[in-house]
């Protein structure tokens, strides 16, 4: 069964949501990560969580408008308060200033690269001392206080590089402007294998997980900014029901190869 039929078969058992719906058109601005939100040439937006909205947004009668933005671009927003949802989001502390977040499954970013020679890091202190790898990460992209503080000490190094999105980086692993890149392996192998150009490259990752980047929790960011207290709720509402349906963690499982999925996916 195709990915996104399992997740319409997980979000049936969730139930249509008694409430009037939401006050206003949800405001969703987003970017591509891998199968997690696809956006085509044309412009078309697709992927496991614009489906997951699009079914929430029916059972709760809410209108989700989903429109493209750079990521960068996409966190300033929601920081101002003009994006009532940030979808695909890990869960950090300088976003709960903004929003209330709503998890729907476990993930875990790790180091990748195409090095199968080199010798193996465990810890971001190995990868630090390694003054010949420069590192890649998405604008926008936070996996926690170790991440963050392993992104300035690289960049004052001059060992850093930014790109927009997930693709970017997998084009610059592939012409050796980069050498490895932290983030989740399911974000990295969707993104490649989705296009002609690094699509050969993408079973050939190379997974480390990092000692100071345990499991964490992704799903959803509520505005608390721009959203109603009673939008809020009707959108909880139906978030909820569709992690404890584990909507999310079986879409991803069809999607993904299961040396890739152990690294990148649990159920809450």
Known sequence: MHPLRLLAA?????????????????????????????????GQISGVFPALMRDIGAKTGCEIRMSEVPRARLEMMFEQGHADMLLAA??????????????????????MSLDHQRAPIKTMAELAARPELKLVLVRGFD??????????????????????????????????????????????YGAAKADPRTASIAEQFRVEPLEELPWGLAGVYLSTQSLTADDRAVLESGLNAAAKAGALYHAYKGFYPANIFAFSSRPL
């Open 90 to 111: 890990t869960h950090a502390e300088r976003r709960d200033k903004y929003g209330q977040f709503v998890p729907l499954i476990q993930t875990r970013a790790v180091l």
């Open 10 to 42: 997980a979000t049936a058992a969730v139930p249509l949501l008694a409430s009037a719906g939401c006050s206003r058109p949800i405001t969703v601005p987003v970017s591509p990560i891998g199968q997690s939100i696809r956006i085509d040439k044309d």
């Open 143 to 188: 996996y926690g206080p170790a991440y963050n503080a392993l992104s300035r000490r690289l960049q004052a190094a001059h060992r850093l590089v930014l790109a927009k999105d997930p693709l970017e980086v997998a084009r610059m692993l592939q012409s050796r402007i980069a050498d490895v890149t932290i983030m989740p392996a399911s974000g990295l």
